[in-house]
């Protein structure tokens, strides 16, 4: 069945660093656009970054530009979220999500805190 395992949250101060990993089972990942989503208390769901399949491209919230990075290893089946600068509005629960046109796939999600 389709699964996706997300890993890396944790706590980090201000000013550092992350990086989420989410690995992908039973579809075809390669063929598949890969985003990352966070929902902070309270608050909605909200887009951070996604990475198309073919050809590739990524696209970013303003909140994170320049600072997120997302990335894809089609031979790990794993997507990643590089997380610099980190500011403790980025605290959240992070969620991956696979999507297609016959697939809308969900992670159980890791929480990140950015805190002193």
């Known amino acids: 069945q389709v699964q996706l395992v997300e890993s890396g949250g944790g706590l980090v101060q201000p000013g550092g660093r992350l990086r989420l990993s989410c690995t992908a089972s039973?579809?075809?990942?390669?063929?598949?656009?890969m985003r990352w989503y966070r929902q902070a208390p309270g608050k909605e769901r909200e887009l951070v970054a996604g990475i198309s399949n073919f050809p590739l491209s990524t696209n970013y919230a303003d909140s994170v530009k320049g600072r997120f990075t997302i990335s894809r290893d089609n031979a790990k089946n794993t997507v990643y979220l590089q997380m610099n600068s980190l500011k403790p509005e980025d605290t959240a629960v992070y969620y991956c999500n696979a999507v297609r046109r016959d697939l809308d796939a969900w992670g159980q999600g890791t929480l990140v805190t950015v805190s002193l």
């Open positions: 039973g579809f075809t990942f390669s063929m598949t656009a």
